[in-house]
């Protein structure tokens, strides 16, 4: 139980487009989800937090308009990232907690994105 | 501030055991994770303490002292395939969890 997976795996796409990374939760209704990102050999970077039905609480220094978050369901979460460069390329990861099993996250599998 | 410290890399052989030790300072303290992430994947979730002690699953024991701001994970009986980073995560007030660069472990034969 407890899975979430992640479309795409892996993405590629030029300078200016934008990608939209979805997070499902498929056995479990995740009421809170979180997108973190992460550069080679560093650590998790939390980018926001979203709740189902409400908009996304972002962290300082990730930008909102750049970053779009949308949580309409139980099950699904997207982030958007808009007008992409080369900086962006990263591990993105979603993660979603149930709530009720001590507020445990379960990882998606991640989406490695390159902007060439 | 919140800040998280654990080695940066260790190694051991397989068959032996190893302690990754991990201190923290947060904001508040509603317990700590231990997650294993290979190169290239998302974390996976290895324990939860709550509670000081010593709690066991399988190969792996995680300890809590909260009255320190210490924990360790504990690998018995190492296997190549556990070669990875081990991240400690201390979850704050506001139930977010707070990463630090994780401890590279490296398994020779």
């Known amino acids: 139980g407890a899975v979430v997976s992640q479309h795409p795996s892996w993405v590629i796409c030029k300078s200016g487009t934008s990608v939209k990374i979805e997070c499902r939760s498929l056995d479990f209704q995740a009421t809170t989800m979180f997108w973190y990102r992460q550069f080679p050999k560093q650590s998790l970077m939390l980018m926001a937090t979203?709740?189902?039905?409400?908009?996304?609480?972002?962290e300082q220094g990730v930008e909102k308009d750049k970053f779009l978050i949308n949580h309409a369901s139980l099950t699904l979460s997207t982030l958007t990232v808009t007008s992409a460069h080369p900086e962006d390329s990263s591990f993105y990861i979603c993660s979603a907690s149930s709530g009720r099993e001590l507020y445990e996250q379960y990882f998606g599998p991640g989406t490695r994105l390159t902007v060439t | 501030g919140q800040n998280i410290d654990q080695p940066t890399e260790m190694t051991a052989t397989e068959g032996a055991i190893v302690q990754i030790n991990c201190t923290y300072q947060t904001s508040g303290f509603n317990g700590l994770f231990w997650y294993q992430q290979h190169a290239g994947e998302a974390p996976t979730f290895l324990s939860y303490n709550v509670l000081d002690g010593l709690e066991e699953k399988g190969r792996f024991s995680s300890f809590l002292s909260r009255s320190k701001g210490y924990s360790y994970l504990l690998l018995k009986e190492l296997q190549m395939k556990d070669s990875a980073s081990y991240l400690c995560a201390p979850m704050d007030s506001n139930y977010q969890l707070i990463w630090g660069a994780g401890t590279k472990l490296i398994i020779k034969p």
């Open positions: 979203s709740n189902e039905g409400s908009k996304a609480t972002y």
